[in-house]
């Protein structure tokens, strides 16, 4: 049991409750209604663009609900293994190694797979018994079925703007959640964070907020995703340490986001807009 | 002997009879249908769209027979060896180590592969010699061929309304299988169930199904599967611990279906209809 | 010498020749042609459709023959060296183990592979010395090469009727074998073989055949594979334990073969003409 | 070097010189070709139909030259390694075992792929050192290289008229063998075969001879590939037996060669034609 | 601890600050908007052609900011456990290793991924978590998470103007770097980089300068991508040792480009006019 | 070190500097060419179509430069660790073994990569930071980043004539090195070359080489590959020893480079025309 607790203190680094409770500002009713999910044992999506909060939303949650939390990012060759655990072979025998969703099943932490999508059908279907009212994870390898600990929930975040070939998830697993939509905050509030965390002034934050509306807006010209809060931050960052905003805002907003020379051509034209 | 019962207690959840019966409603003739495939060692299949209660059947099939059940979900990388068993490296030596099937074969359980289509044919060809006269489990690796013990039987589920890209199962395996059609529960059944399992009052169960009936209309219109009777429950018991019916809805009724925005639009508008 | 023995035991079921033969009625020379392969070391193919009795065929001729039967049921991921055998390592040292095949042609078996067709190249490809004058079998991982005992025999079965994408015989695997053709017993002898096995009255068994041959013609309008002997013989089990005819048909003859509403209402038209 | 010569024993079935040498009757130059190939240190691919002789006129030459033969079927799997050979774990170590092609190269075999276009392209590629003036084998995972011993020899088989999807031999390795055309014998010498090996009067495998010709001739009508002298001897051993030779025909020579209606009847017509 | 700065010191090479700074001319403010990145924890990225100078300008940081460097060349077979580390299996049991990515989060490197776009999906996803506030290495299979240590930096370069099939950096990855531009260097700038590192007169490096300006405008015409300032200068070294400078040009210039005779017969019309 | 250099003898037979230079005439201005790339350290890639000689010339490179030479064939399944190295397994521990690509870089051997194109992406780029100023050879597996030894020179060869789908140089590869051109030597100094190792007559030697130049012409009429020197060296060792030379072309020059039969027509009515 103790071996247990370390194991999540290790994974989790949002456990120490004493802390601050990490930076959230709530947008409508989330907090409320994932806290009735909780309590109800139902898993979570949170549906939203990258970098519009899903990630500090799930943090913030942990720590008001008191619960260790568990990160897995999602990717192609991630294996129901790299989930559940596996055997390794030491010198000595073969022992058996949680992985993260099992110490989260055990421990009755939250557990959080950012990009769900990204993963294989094979780890995505042992979610299943986990998101209906068995709320157990079948271990195949050892034989063992473990009861999730009260507490544990699953919460998956899931980005439907992002077009994938041929991978989505399938009706049988999206019927498992409920889905929390999630949308780049208002522009007063986007403002605030994006002064608040880089130190410029709120009259050079409100301008880049007003870029960045204008830029979302060419996504139906063919941007592939919008620029996020986040690119918003690191541009005001470069600002307050003295470099041009102008410059700024080409280096930390806009090439990153397209190689197409049209495309950036209209952007810098916005740029130049802003900042004249 | 005792290892081998312990194997099965360790997998089969639903094992102690002396518990009450899994809540189950009979929908038509399914009970004694069962029960003679049951009687004439015929493996069964269930074809049913998600959430309609395949899952459920069996498990109160299995508590009615007195039968222990295991349970594995299929996928794409579902092994021959995660049915069959495997050797486990042990630093004294390598031990065989049974795997569900095998022991399902063994004890005389009942063995249910939930959506079969999803694994890959060496696996379900290891079904082929179970499922007929010859009632045997091959396994290749030890040399060793077992009978299946009485009382054994094989039982499959299949959403026949969900379109795989070139997955079917082989005509050659469908017919080793006696086929028992599931849908969803008519209104009344539903009703009952959605308002037993989350505690609203019964005018809001009636008005939720009512709702779904209208949502699994969409399905000509693009909708890729039906709101399942556990989806109405989940958004039942948001509704029954504060949430208002109308947020509960979208959030675990409307969002979870679909990303597409006229969709999306639609089923919020039959929302608002039934909701007001 | 005494392990070969026991390891042929081990793999076939059928080799106590003091039992009674297992059931096999003769369609046509089939059995002669078989026994004058069997004297002039010839290999045979048996082609026909899914339960039409060749697995039967193959144990009658087995038991007739006095020779041990090893059957392998072929599939997608199936190697060579399953068949042929694999190093095992274990705590004290390497040991090879015989595959199927290899204890097949080392005591003298018939070495049975079922739709020999659904196997890789490489492992088919391990046949062809099998199959000519030479009738050895190399081992390439201990260096060996094993002439095959006295009495050994391949049969492999292959259902034509079954369209498989990519997957075909090679000519130069195929002119290796004596083909034998394999079609549904005549209607007399379907109704027979239905009455034995089920216990039902004729006048049912032979309804039930009239309407498999009305559902085999089915096969022009879409249906993947026609209804085998088997699948007669189930619906007769459920109706002879008190499941209504119809009935019994619709879940153990109709519902098997089809998802695809307009060919599952032709059936059933079918099965209400047949029993009304 | 006891141990060098007790694999190739051990590999070579036809390394009894004493024996009488395989029967072989030849048809052209090609005896004198193969041989000026082997004094001139020249590979050499045999070009030709499935069952024409290749593999015969090989034995016949190993025997001629007084060369241990070791024969490799091709395959997609077979890896560089099944080749050359690998690493062995084994309780108290690690040893290397030659593969077949390194054993040939040591002790100066002649080392015989059949179907050679049928490997992987690293499998052929080990090849081609050893078919130029280097006449090299370099063993990477030993960081070895080895000079084939005097008298070894390359040669491979290939069917020309089999088409393949996507495979065929590269030009650079096409260009490293002398080739040697192969086709089915002259109707004298094929009936000569024919009846020698099956016991058949000789007007019966003159008739056989004829019908085999006629059916070549549907090759342009969509028969993969042509009868080979192989088919004819197995339908004579069975008309020799006592099995009616238009039966014979039928389950030895038709039904193997092809699964499509119309070419079937056309090639039983051919059969009635000629025993009427 | 001396462990770990053994590991640094042993994968970089660039970490010996008595040294001369790695020669490098700036082009525009791409220094001092790469030491705001650094001193702001943002990773960056650098776009541009191949041999334009990336590689240099990130040790010329590294040696400007006193940095230790730890290069990656990706490619598609370039996995997660590359770059993270693994279990080593030694005969007195198992021993974890890092990968140079978790040395460089452990030691405050600056992380250089060249060509990022190779690699894998799983591979870049690891990255995700170390490019936003989190500056966490998550180690799935020991389940440790490591936070960076003050000064690590990630950067990544890539190359727009190449196209790939089907990959791309996801967006949800681009908006985690600021992106320099990077082209090759201005005329001048790039006839001075000529001579001084081949010893050419100044004379021939402006010829061979104004030749690559009229080579790159072919790009137009079908060449995948021009030729890079390290051609320019492998070309210089030649002549600078008494190969003629038009052949020079030829093997070193226009040779390594292209395989398409047209566009060869372009080239060398241009060396024509440049060296007559 | 002493090891070292035995790794190097193992790999290296052309290192007996006291042995007779390999045969190899100069075409043009190739042989000052690679000197001055070795003196200057540039990698060279050695382009042209199938046996015209680059082999040869390596190997003369290497024993005019007086240093150890070591090929590596390049394959579709040739990986990274096949080139570098791998840990080995032992009972008695864990140990490093270099690849060959290592040891050529310890010991500043001549490197030469055969098709190079052949080798997967991964096996490529690590041969980058090998051909810039750095000069390194980063082994991931140890962490170890090693500096090629004084001498060190990669050569690779590459056949631009032969078409392979998907599969091709990156530019930023290709950009890595100085490329040479080879192609078939002109007629009177391929005659000499065919009269001396064959020893037939000057005659038959020039109406060969003739004869492969109208072959070499039917490259537009669809023949792959023109047919190489060494073909014409094998027809000639063949006529040399009494096999007629027209019988000899057959086999050793027309049969070897098709199959299709117009083709094979048109080159033996030139055989007929050359030897008549």
Redesign the interface.
């Given at each position: 049991m103790a071996e247990q607790s370390n194991?999540v203190a290790?994974?989790d680094?949002r456990g120490d409750h004493h802390q601050a409770p990490p930076y959230y500002l709530p947008a409508a009713?989330e907090v409320?209604?994932f806290e009735?999910?909780h309590?109800?044992k139902?898993a979570v999506?949170l549906?939203g663009p990258?970098?519009c909060g899903k990630?500090r939303f799930v943090e913030h949650m942990a720590w008001r609900l008191r619960r260790p939390l568990i990160?897995?990012?999602?990717?192609?060759?991630?294996?129901?293994s790299?989930l559940i655990g596996r055997?390794?072979?030491?010198?000595?025998?073969?022992v058996w190694?949680d992985?993260?969703l099992t110490?989260a099943v055990r421990s009755g932490a939250i557990c959080y797979l950012?990009?769900v999508v990204?993963a294989?059908?094979?780890t995505i279907?042992?979610l299943?018994?986990l998101t209906?009212y068995?709320r157990?994870l079948?271990i195949?390898k050892t034989?063992?079925?473990i009861d999730a600990a009260p507490g544990f929930q699953l919460v998956v975040s899931y980005?439907?703007g992002?077009q994938r070939m041929l991978k989505d998830l399938?009706?049988?697993t999206?019927?498992?959640?409920?889905?929390?939509?999630f949308d780049f905050p208002p522009p007063d509030r986007e403002a605030q964070i994006v002064a608040q965390e880089s130190g410029v002034p709120d009259t050079t934050a409100r301008a880049l907020v007003e870029l960045a509306h204008k830029l979302r807006a060419l996504r139906d010209r063919g941007l592939?995703?919008a620029?996020?809060t986040?690119?918003l931050v690191?541009t005001a960052?470069?600002a307050a340490?003295?470099?041009p905003v102008k410059?700024a805002c080409q280096?930390?907003l806009v090439?990153?986001?397209s190689?197409d020379a049209s495309l950036l051509a209209a952007m810098n034209d916005l740029v130049e807009l802003t900042f004249p």
């Open positions: 194991a290790r994974l680094r009713d409320a209604l009735q999910c309590h109800n139902l999506m549906k990258t970098g990630t990160t897995i990012s999602c990717h192609d060759d991630l294996s129901a790299d055997f390794l072979i030491r010198h000595d025998g073969t190694q992985g993260p110490t950012d990009e990204e294989r059908q094979d279907v042992v299943h018994p209906d068995r157990q079948p195949d034989g063992e079925i980005n439907p992002y399938k009706p049988s999206r019927q498992r959640f409920v889905a929390l939509d592939a995703e620029p996020s986040r690119l690191a960052h470069l340490r003295g470099i410059r280096v930390a090439s990153p986001l190689d």
